[in-house]
């Protein structure tokens, strides 16, 4: 790195750090006092955005009395005289008269006065005549089934998939109200950092600036290449102008290495050179804790938020699960995630006063978590076979046995846990 060094003068020192779960609901609350507005867009382009208002039927569902098979829609106890056919798409006129039947497509709409649908299979026809005995269950759907007219079916916070799409389609939907994906920048530090080639001669490979835009998108962010900047050069000046281009079009700006107050350390003065607030400065968990997250406010009331990561790869995987997780949730008008539990089935350290998280491997089917190896905080090796990280309280270890909460690896937009 370069010996040039930060101004010391003004620096204050450091707040006791914040507890992790602290930390976590502490950065979801101003997510949320900051979430994104809500605008309309078509069904078409909606999907990983978030519900900005429960998802409601305009009418019933079904809509009108509908046949779930090909058949015959009857009246009467029959044989039925053939006095038509109802294909899906046109509207029937009643059946008046006793033993009369239509034929009837699958998802066409059932006649008014008939009183059962019989199955073309269960059915034969002589003289003219159709014959044959209805089931006692009825073969349509009737209306509301599904739902009823002006019932929520999901609340606001819901992220939008495909599933999520072709229900508020059956609704009658055209547009929905959702809240954009957040736009997120990542600036890179360090000058001992190769883009390029393999490490050596006192230089490393990056490998956050290739890993985390693709966890952002996974946390449903929108990244684009020119959003990642780096290696800055270590100075105060190209600090302080890379943060503030990154800020004039992204939501968050992640950044990597220079979260402690070290001589070439300089993102803390360039925050408080940009008239930032710290959310969170520094977090009592084990690996990561110089992770930080602040918040600048604009005077026209754009709030603007600065994820800081440490240098280490997997510390900067920690922060991202701490910290940026839950604040983009609350960005996104989400819920705050809720953990899932598994099993240990091994020991787990525990980190003192801090807490640990341990990244495992989890055995889905018998409900475990097995500790990885290779999870020093500049290693990637752990992480790559890993689903997420155990969490172990401070003051506590972890035994075989013992039910704890996972922090999951962040899915693909849309994808759901198996």
Known sequence: ?????????????????????????????????????????????????????????????????????????????????????????????????????????????????????????????????????????PEWRQPGEEAYADEELLPAGTPVDPAVIGLAASCGHDTLRVRRAPRAALLIFGDELLTAGSPGAGRVRDALGPAVPAWLRRYGCQVRP??????VADTLPAHVAALRSALASADLVCTTGGTMNGPVDHLHPTLEALGADYVVNTVAVRPGFPMLLARLADPDGRIRFVAGLPGNPQSAIVALVSLVAPLLAGLQGRSMPVLPQATLAEAVPGRGDHTHLALVRLDRAAGTASPVRHVGSAMLRGLAGADGFAVIRPGTRGEPGDRVPIVPLPLLPGERAS
């Open 1 to 137: 790195m370069s010996t040039e060094t930060a101004p010391t003068a003004d620096r204050i020192a450091a707040p006791p750090p914040a507890g992790w779960e602290e930390a976590r609901s502490r950065v979801y609350a101003v997510g949320l006092a900051a979430a994104l507005p809500a605008v309309a867009r078509p069904l078409a382009d909606v999907d990983g955005f978030t519900l900005a208002e429960p998802l409601t039927t305009r009418t019933d569902l079904p809509a009108f009395p509908t046949s779930s098979v090909d058949g015959w829609a009857v009246r009467g106890a029959g044989p039925w005289r053939v006095v038509g056919r109802v294909l899906a798409g046109s509207t029937p006129a009643p059946l008046t008269e006793a033993d009369t039947t239509v034929e009837i497509a699958t998802g066409a709409m059932v006649p008014e006065g008939a009183t059962a649908v019989l199955r073309v299979e269960e059915s034969t026809t002589v003289g003219g005549l159709v014959h044959g005995t209805p089931r006692e269950t």
């Open 226 to 231: 020119s959003d990642v900047v780096g290696p």
